[in-house]
Each structure stands twice: as structure tokens, then as C-alpha cells.
């Protein structure tokens, strides 16, 4: 399973960083897993309990490519 951020959202001069947060929760939280167009969709729900598991777990990474490669790594 794969979500997104337009990525526009973090790349301007005024990310919405609680978005990200918000995001991020939602994912961790999320109980419902993909809903499809109707009711009927078979992939609706999550396959197992390890797939709802291991997509709880995915971990949020945010990050501004504006300028990339960036000029240095964190140099003192």
C-alpha cells in the first residue's frame, strides 16, 4: 500500500508541517485499510492482521529536495 503528499506541500516557503504529523498518525492509526470505490471492491480492508500490522509500522519521512544535492551533510 502506498500514500502520498503533494509534494509541493513541503517544497514551497510555507510547509504545513503538522500535516505531516497529522499524516503520519493517520497512518499509524488507520483500522479501515484501503476502501475502494464500493462496497463490494474485494480489496477493501486489510488482506491479514500481519498486513494492517506492517503498514501501522511504516515510518513517515518528509523531506525538502529543493536545491538538490544539497551542499553538505550537516558539516560543522
Not at 22 to 38: E, L, M, N, P, Q
Amino acid at each position: 500500500m502506498v500514500d502520498s503528499i503533494n509534494p509541493d506541500t513541503n517544497e514551497t516557503s510555507n510547509p504545513n508541517i503538522q500535516l505531516y504529523k497529522d499524516f503520519s498518525s493517520w497512518r499509524r492509526t488507520d483500522s479501515t485499510g484501503y476502501v475502494g470505490a464500493s462496497a463490494d471492491d474485494p480489496n477493501n480492508g486489510f488482506a491479514s492482521a500481519e498486513e494492517k500490522t506492517l503498514f501501522q509500522a511504516i515510518e513517515t519521512i518528509a523531506a525538502d529536495t529543493v536545491g538538490t544535492p544539497p551542499v553538505s551533510w550537516a558539516t560543522p
